[in-house]
């Protein structure tokens, strides 16, 4: 079946540092998704996204479907960014192991 | 907005009980799913429907069965519960095709 890595597995920050989490899938795949779990555990939608390059504020994901990967870019990291972001492959519904961010003051 | 609510944010139950988690959608999607989340394991499908009465296995359906009998509601039930079923277990829905999917806030279940 597909496969779906994500790195670096753990990220630690200071409060207004970029970063960049890396999603990389072993086969074609209809769609994506990137997710932020907060520390309550509730799973947030961040982007939908099967090709190109979207943005949200100070978060933007590209998606190179022919390569095989997906990229989100977190920049000016706040201490809300904290929590662990999930890539997720569709339609067979794959997810990573998620990458855990930290942020600190 | 998409709402996907689960019926208990917490559950803490015995050995051998027959177990009940409810998921309801108000955005009368058709595809609903049941995933379970371990440490280090991410998220692991187990079992989703595409309508009503329909159901398919995901990828660890074992000790685990599902309930739809109406298109905005969808049950999750252990029939003997065990210790290793102890997860978070998270409900999303979607609509029909490769839709994005909307996620619930989960139930931590411990099984005693």
């Known amino acids: 079946g597909i496969q779906v890595e994500q790195s670096p597995p753990d990220l630690i920050l200071q409060e207004g540092a970029n970063s960049t989490l890396r999603c990389n899938f072993s086969d074609s795949v209809n769609n994506l998704q990137w997710f932020h779990q907060n520390p309550w555990g509730q799973l947030i939608n961040l982007f939908y996204?099967?090709?190109g390059t979207k943005q949200n504020g100070r978060l933007s994901a590209t998606t190179v479907a022919t390569e095989r990967y997906s990229l989100l870019y977190i920049s000016s990291s706040q201490t809300t960014d904290s929590g662990v972001y999930f890539c997720?492959?569709?339609?067979?519904?794959?997810f990573g192991t998620g990458t855990r961010l930290q942020v600190f003051p | 907005d998409v709402k996907v609510t689960q019926s208990s944010r917490y559950l803490v139950k015995r050995t051998g009980e027959k177990v009940f988690l409810e998921c309801v959608q108000d955005m009368d999607h058709e595809n609903m799913f049941w995933y379970r989340q371990d440490p280090g394991l991410g998220l692991r499908l187990i079992y989703f429907s595409y309508d009503v009465k329909m159901k398919e296995k995901g990828d660890i359906p074992e000790g685990y069965s599902v309930s739809r009998e109406k298109k905005e509601r969808f049950s999750l039930i252990l029939e003997s519960a065990s210790t290793n079923q102890t997860s978070m277990y998270l409900c999303?829905?979607?609509?029909?095709?490769?839709?994005?999917?909307?996620f619930g806030p989960g139930t931590r279940l411990t099984v005693l």
């Open positions: 999303a829905s979607s609509s029909a095709g490769l839709a994005e999917q909307f």
């Open positions: 997720a492959v569709l339609p067979i519904s794959i």
């Open positions: 996204i099967p090709s």
